[in-house]
């Protein structure tokens, strides 16, 4: 019916009881998640501005992060844990594998430059195909078992697979010393190359290390094709993750990690979703390790050891497990901490302390020396405790919290004054 006669007998036009569904926006988001994906999109974008904040030269330059190498390794972990935050954010599966498809992935794309070219398109699309095949055989196998179960099967999966590639499986993965492209590889879509010229991943020609320096005062900024290549991808792996996340298929997710057994009471099956998901995380775990090909042309079996799980998992958790940026986050942290943090040495300390007495420069080396360098995985620990006791949700919690802080201490003000007499 259109309309509805009230006890008056008069008619009046028909309303719904049912609130009115949000309008997708740009690109089918909502307002939120599009203002979301521009924020990312263009800190993305400025990174080489933003992670070299202090002069080349200077005392604090130690903690300049804008250089090629970093950058990309900045968002292809972040994809990595993008992937796997589908898994353990939304449906509470915990992998301690997934570094398994990481590795499958980076072994596909680099046999894909021996084989067919050296343009980084087909090997990403390899790199990701092969993993998702391997991740849809071993989560079929896996997700027989739920809890700690699942988890250890993961973990004996990505073992046995470091230990193929590292001994058992050396004419194809190279074993101990890993795979490198040669000049003689067969390439069926390149053409030869001179002897002793060495192989270089490209885009339609254009070089993954071709980097352009900008000089402004005493800071310089570098903008690498490479990066700006495994950006976009980034982007294009973050955007996809809102819209699983936004879509009935992630409310299925949800349904699985907040009771299963109540799913099943139903009569829906919870197994088709995680499984789905969990091919999903592989997939983009495959996306990380063709991008690390293409960024850097050889490969290892150390990239599927269970250190390299554990580390996505830490990402995730440490960044905020479920949320959409958490795990870029998170992935940018460790990061930020493996490379630069590990770095600071004895001398680097000295150098900051020269201004004190030598007996006190001594002390301060003496305290601080045990958290940098090679001990910086103490300080991440540390950090890793006090955000999963004080922050569970992570940074993203922790941002969350300052915000709210912010806008409380704001509103308080203008109330404050709008109680002041005379105004």
């Known amino acids: 019916m259109t309309d509805q006669t009230s006890n008056t007998g008069a008619v009046r036009p ?43 030269g200077s005392a604090m330059a130690q903690f300049n992060a ?37 590795g499958v992935g980076s072994y596909a794309g680099i046999w894909s430059m021996k084989l067919l070219t050296l343009n980084v398109i087909p090997s990403i699309i390899v790199s990701v195909a092969v993993a998702g095949l391997f991740s849809l055989l071993v989560g079929w196998i896996s997700l027989r078992r739920s809890g700690i179960y699942f988890s250890i099967l993961t973990l004996a999966f990505a073992m046995m697979s470091f230990a193929l590639a590292y001994s058992v499986l050396t004419p194809i993965t190279g074993g101990e010393t890993g795979l490198q492209l040669k000049y003689f590889d067969p ?39 490479g990066y700006y ?27 699985v990690k907040s009771n299963q057994n109540r799913l099943n009471y139903t ?46 998992v830490l990402m995730t958790i440490l960044g905020g497990a479920g949320t ?20 600071i040495n004895k001398t680097t300390l000295e150098g900051w302390f020269a201004f004190a007495p030598d007996w006190l420069t001594d002390v301060l080396v003496t305290i601080v020396y045990p958290f940098v360098g090679k001990g910086w995985h ?11 006791i ?18 409380r201490k704001k509103g308080d003000d203008a109330a404050a004054s709008q109680s002041q007499p005379g105004e």
Do not use: C
């Open 378 to 388: 103490l300080t991440l620990g540390i950090l890793f405790m006090a955000v999963v």
């Open 324 to 343: 959409l940026i958490g795990p870029v986050l998170g992935a940018g942290f460790i990061k930020y901490m493996e490379n630069i943090v590990s770095t």
């Open 14 to 56: 028909a309303t719904s009881a049912a609130p009115k569904a949000k309008s997708a926006g740009f690109l089918g988001l909502t307002g939120k998640d599009a203002s979301l994906v521009v924020l990312v999109a263009v800190l993305t974008l400025l990174a080489p501005f933003i992670l070299n904040p202090f002069p080349e």
């Open 390 to 407: 004080f922050l569970p949700g992570g940074l993203v919690q922790g941002g969350q919290k300052l915000a709210s802080m912010f806008r």
């Open 66 to 102: 804008g250089y090629p190498d970093l950058m990309q390794r900045f968002v292809i972990f972040g994809i990595f844990a993008i992937g796997f935050n589908i898994l353990f954010g939304l449906t509470g599966y915990l992998s301690f594998g997934h570094a398994a498809f990481l």
């Open 229 to 255: 290549i495994a950006a976009i991808a980034m982007l294009v792996a973050f955007y996809l993750s809102i819209r699983i996340f936004r879509s009935p298929f992630g409310m299925m997710l949800r349904a």
């Open 187 to 225: 390439r069926i879509l390149d053409g030869a190359l001179a002897q002793g010229e060495t192989p270089r991943a490209n885009l339609f020609g254009l070089e993954m290390g071709a980097s352009y320096e900008m000089q402004v005062g005493a800071w310089l900024f570098t903008f690498n094709a």
């Open 267 to 312: 009569g829906i099956s919870p197994k088709p979703y995680t499984l789905a998901a969990f091919v999903i995380s592989g997939m983009y775990a495959g996306l990380a390790g063709g991008l690390l090909v293409a960024m850097d042309t050889q490969v290892g079996a150390e990239r599927m050891f269970w250190t390299a799980s554990g580390e996505v």
